[in-house]
């Protein structure tokens, strides 16, 4: 299943002591081939943890032969010692599977400005190569989890190959890539520079459209890795539909597993000057913490919406905007229009829709609410 | 005291009937010259109010003479009628005080999207006229109240002039004006372009630095208005100085007063390589509701301060950055110093220090933690 699904991937997930509680907290994710073509994308953060300083030169090549991933610790803000851990579990790696360290990812996640043990991490990566297997997707995708409750994992199955990825993440949730974790694999046939551009035109749709408490992270890595192994060559267009899919499903469960959210809100913008303005609109929207406060107690304040609009550079009249609350418009022409009363909010999904009447651009940007439980789980997530 | 403090001004406040409580809820402040003086900023917000929309009109001639402000209803997002609403209310005070329309600034405050009566405002508009007075600045205060706990007011006194003050706002605090409405008196001879220039000034070191929650209101007025009655004329920098102290006075029993708040965060950037710099790097931190949580928690949680750094556009080393929490530096060149243990979290003051390295600008933005309360109150506002 999920990462291992496609030909040509072993994967394992084990505990190997980096979480006091004895949960699995190390993964390991290996392209056996022929090919190893891969892709990555990584946060916009300027300030990033040493994996992604170090994953960073790893893929500009274009090759990838293994991703190796822990939880129960960033690894961020950590220094030169922190970049060298990094740099010795690569090593680590390399050493046990038989290649070059500078074809391993490395990922990491957990809390910031802790030093990770170097030495459990380096004995952890002798335990986990042990066990890999090409069953062993689910137990990598259990071994990434922070403070997710379920582990998140996707198969996309197409004639003769297929897609599989696993992702973590739960809080943390901005743009330019929502907080996480995530590694795709396919055995599809796909040179390194088509895989680059799949990638980033499927999380541009999907991750990047995840804006669940607008906090942008300094360990986002997304990387795709190609075995070829199936000897089947999609076009662009099918593999960029399939990458897409995984994508966006990979990132509504990553929504529905938000920490402490009763609701999930899919804020769509309609009739915009330009995609660019659709996502400025919804994601203005996502940031509102009054409107996220609102939708938590199942109030259809559209007046927040409105007010959030107002703040963007987008192109619109401000006396002619409409705005529906699942479906119910209860906003015509920047007025009162239905009577809010009618909209139930109780259901757990929640869709909002924005209609700028300017142009013929759209798209959805998906949050949750701000509810009493995420201020707990944030107030005291270190301590 | 307050706005009727500095000679040349009268003012009063009355429940007339918009609150549905009873309590206060109109607000006349009429200045009886022999200057008319005024300068004005509003919000920055595209989707304004119907009172914003008429008072943008009024300042232009830098005339102001009267400013009547209603509580219990924004008249925001209701159309032509509600614009008619705040024109009505101008007339009726202008046909009141014996001035023209054109001279009176409008300003409404409570929920978004609801149609004020008109009725009960014109009727409001003669009761609180009947009952102007040179002591009516603290009924003023309280009818412009909201969900304020506390009323506003400050009274600066120089030699021989001085000026004073009322505001209103709790929530929806964020830049480029603090939700809020200000208004500001002075009996000191200062023509209007002086006045506007040292508002501006004044307003963009205290209220555009205060960002409670991100959230930028769409009724924002800050407006002072110049008697002239003292006869004393003083100096651009005397004058200047006295309106910041007013402002940054008012804008921190804003912040004190927040909804839900029980910490206040005072955010300097120093050794920035711009002042935009220091703000820009500061508003990015107040606005992490991952960070304002955790200081809800009493967790001195620096790395996500460093992850907020990271979204902005500053000039900096990601490497090379120090952060201080209550004046213990937890962080030295982007790795963990102090120990975080350390330091003491449980009062309601809190003070965060970035050191950038990189200039010699520096700036202070304040913010509130994100609380339960927050939660609680914003959820259930309009129900």
């Not at 090549?61 to 970049?83: H, I, Q, R, W």
């Not at 996220?292 to 192109?315: M, Y």
Request: proline share 4%; net charge negative; charged share 15%.
């Amino acid at each position: 299943m999920s990462v291992t699904h496609p030909a040509g991937f072993v994967a394992a997930g084990a505990a190997v002591g980096i979480k006091s509680t004895g949960k699995k907290d190390l993964a390991l994710v290996v392209n056996q081939g022929p090919r190893h073509d891969s892709a990555s994308v990584f946060t916009a953060n300027r300030c990033k943890a040493n994996p992604v300083l170090w994953s960073e030169q790893v893929v500009k090549d274009g090759v990838v032969k293994a991703v190796v991933l822990n939880s129960g610790g960033a690894n961020c803000y950590t220094g030169p010692e922190g970049f060298q851990t990094t740099h010795a579990v690569a090593e680590k790696v390399a050493d046990a599977v038989g290649i070059g360290a500078v074809d391993v990812v490395v990922c990491s996640t957990g809390l910031i400005g802790l030093t990770n043990d170097r030495q459990l991490l380096l004995d952890g990566v002798g335990a986990v190569h042990a066990r890999l297997s090409p069953d062993g997707g689910p137990d990598a995708a259990e071994a990434i989890m922070t403070t997710d409750s379920v582990a998140k994992q996707v198969v996309v199955q197409r004639d003769g190959w297929s897609i599989g990825g696993m992702a973590k993440g739960a809080g943390m949730l901005a743009p330019q890539l929502a907080t996480m974790l995530v590694v795709l694999t396919t055995d599809a046939v796909v040179p390194a520079p088509q895989l680059d551009t799949a990638l980033r035109a499927s999380t541009r749709v999907s991750f990047d459209r995840l804006d669940s408490d607008g906090c942008m992270s300094t360990n986002d890595t997304v990387t795709v890795l190609a075995s070829g192994a199936s000897g089947v060559t999609p076009t662009a267009e099918e593999f960029t539909a399939a990458l897409s899919e995984a994508c966006t499903d990979l990132a509504r469960q990553l929504l529905a597993d938000a920490e402490g959210a009763s609701h999930e809100i899919a804020i769509t913008t309609i009739n915009a000057a330009s995609e660019d303005d659709a996502v400025e609109v919804g994601r203005s929207v996502a940031r509102s913490n009054l409107f996220k406060a609102a939708v938590f107690g199942n109030d259809p304040n559209w007046g927040r919406v409105l007010a959030s609009i107002g703040t963007t550079s987008a192109a619109f009249d401000p006396a002619d905007l409409d705005v529906a609350m699942n479906d119910v418009w209860v906003c015509r022409q920047s007025t009162p229009a239905a009577d809010p009363t009618t909209v139930d909010l109780t259901p757990r999904h929640v869709t909002v829709t924005i209609d700028l009447k300017v142009g013929a651009a759209s798209a959805t940007v998906w949050t949750n609410d701000l509810t009493h439980a995420y201020v707990h789980e944030n107030s005291a997530y270190s301590s």
